[in-house]
T-cell receptor, first 113, second 112 residues
């Protein structure tokens, strides 16, 4: 099956609540990234975590990485309606430079106002 | 700040026709990537170029080809179009193949 499987596939929460999305991957990695995509639009890079990091924060985002379990989680705190989007984790094909990214299936997050 | 520019934004073609998608990377970015995203699917990597040379190859059909020009813009050429080629095609760019990729708004291709 595919690198970077997201869980859950869809998530609906109330504004102000926290949203947690999980991702699993299969091969060894140098880093893992999370991207956001508004419906039918381009992807926007959110955060990158290196394989030697366990946790990283950026504003309301918190990412964890467990290389022993080949999994990562993205936490969005104090969610806002504008956070409604699809979220994808992505890993580079070989961890090299100009390698393509392999995306997971994505979690569609809906924030209810 | 300048972003990745893709043209056209929308394209409608008939089966067996050809299509050319263009991508203009962020200024000073020398690496370009192409992705295909079907309805409700995750983006699938097609091909990438660094300094005008093919760098990585993904699930690009033999009917498709791409190149990067001296000004670093890239074109994706698609021939013998099939209904299944209907998708969003994204271009992304980065500097010196760095990990973070910056995506364009995409070209929506509809094959009728």
């Amino acid at each position: 099956s595919q690198q970077g499987e997201e869980d859950p596939q869809a998530l609906s929460i109330q504004e102000g609540e926290n949203a947690t999305m999980n991702c699993s991957y299969k091969t060894s990695i140098n880093n893992l990234q999370w991207y956001r995509q508004n419906s039918g639009r381009g992807l926007v890079h959110l955060i990158l975590i290196r394989s030697n990091e366990r946790e990283k924060h950026s504003g309301r985002l918190r990412v964890t990485l467990d290389t022993s379990k080949k999994s990562s989680s993205l936490l969005i705190t104090a969610s806002r309606a504008a956070d409604t989007a699809s979220y994808f984790c992505a890993t580079a094909n070989s961890g090299g430079g100009a390698d393509g990214l392999t995306f997971g299936k994505g979690t569609h997050l809906i924030i209810q106002p | 700040a300048a972003g990745v520019i893709q043209s056209p934004r929308h394209l409608i073609k008939e089966k067996r026709e050809t299509a050319t998608l263009k991508c203009y990377p962020i200024p000073r970015h020398d690496t370009v990537y192409w992705y295909q995203q079907g309805p409700g699917q995750d983006p699938q990597f097609l091909i990438s170029f660094y300094e005008k040379m093919q760098s990585d190859k993904g699930s690009i059909p033999d009917r498709f080809s791409a190149q990067q020009f001296s000004d670093y813009h890239s074109e994706l050429n698609m021939s013998s179009l099939e209904l299944g080629d209907s998708a969003l095609y994204f271009c992304a760019s980065s500097w010196q193949g760095r990990n973070i990729q910056y995506f364009g708004a995409g070209t929506r291709l509809s094959v009728l």
